[in-house]
Nanobody, 122 residues
Framework: QVQLVESGGGLVQTGDSLRLSCVAS????????MGWFRQAPGKEREFVAA????????RYADSVKGRFTISRDNAKNTVYLQMNSLKPEDTAVYYC???????????????WGQGTQVTVSS
């Protein structure tokens, strides 16, 4: 079982940037596709971004396309989410997750981190 630890969340203002990190341990990171999801209060968890095991393929939710960038460093067992031009509607707990499949469906992700809170004030 892969363990994931997210960091980098915080309280920022509209238009600011944050970079989230997720460090994996207990598995072969370079064999895993990675994803970022988020969950706002009272809402279901939603897909944000995914990156394939090599880092060559990425997918984004329409709501973050052009503002967020997912990347990974397989030598550091780490996946990143660079978030620019943040909006109040980006406020949520952000989770990273692993998958053996190339997918954006949350149910297909096997291991999840504990989440990191991102709050964007207007």
């Amino acid at each position: 079982q892969v363990q994931l630890v997210e960091s980098g969340g915080g309280l920022v203002q509209t238009g600011d940037s944050l970079r989230l990190s997720c460090v994996a341990s207990g598995g072969t990171f370079s064999n895993l596709h990675m994803g970022w999801f988020r969950q706002a209060p009272g809402k279901e968890r939603e897909f944000v971004a995914a990156i394939d095991r090599s880092g060559g393929i990425t997918r984004y939710a329409d709501s973050v396309k052009g503002r967020f960038t997912i990347s990974r460093d397989n030598a550091k067992n780490t996946v990143y989410l660079q978030m620019n031009s943040l909006k109040p509607e980006d406020t949520a707990v952000y989770y990273c997750a692993t998958s053996d499949l190339w997918t954006v469906v949350a149910n297909n992700f096997n291991s999840w981190g504990q989440g990191t809170q991102v709050t964007v004030s207007s």
